[in-house]
């Protein structure tokens, strides 16, 4: 049984920078495709980044070039590496596995079945 949990949110004025953490157990997650998303108030939860098990890593448009997600095998950790945040980027942030190496193209929260308990970000 797969367990995620995230770290590392907390409260930044806009320009500022976060990493946000999420510790595995269970499985090793380098073997997966993994995704950060987030979901701010009202809205549906939506894809921030993901990374497949070949190191292959996808997007969403308004992070590209200020957010990076990278892997810690040895740690079984996944990285959400935040930079020049704005308050638009105010969300919950949740990681998530999905059992197969590579990630869909167009990534949506039901592809997912593993989901950690979110980490919140706020940027003023």
């Known amino acids: 049984h797969v367990q995620l949990v995230e770290s590392g949110g907390g409260s930044v004025q806009a320009g500022g920078s976060l990493r946000l953490s999420c510790v595995a157990s269970?499985?090793?997650?380098?073997?997966?495709?993994m995704g950060w998303f987030r979901q701010s108030s009202g809205k549906e939860r939506e894809e921030v980044a993901t990374i497949d098990r070949d190191g292959n890593t996808e997007y969403e448009t308004s992070v590209k070039g200020r957010f990076t997600v990278s892997i810690d095998n040895a740690k079984n950790t996944l990285y959400l590496q935040l930079n020049n945040l704005k308050p638009e980027d105010t969300a919950m942030y949740y990681c998530?596995?999905?059992?197969?190496?590579?990630?869909?193209?167009?990534?949506?929260?039901?592809?997912?079945?593993?989901w950690g308990q979110g980490t919140q970000v706020t940027v003023s």
């Open positions: 269970g499985d090793t997650i380098g073997r997966y495709c």
């Open positions: 998530t596995l999905r059992r197969g190496g590579y990630c869909p193209r167009s990534p949506r929260a039901p592809d997912f079945g593993y």
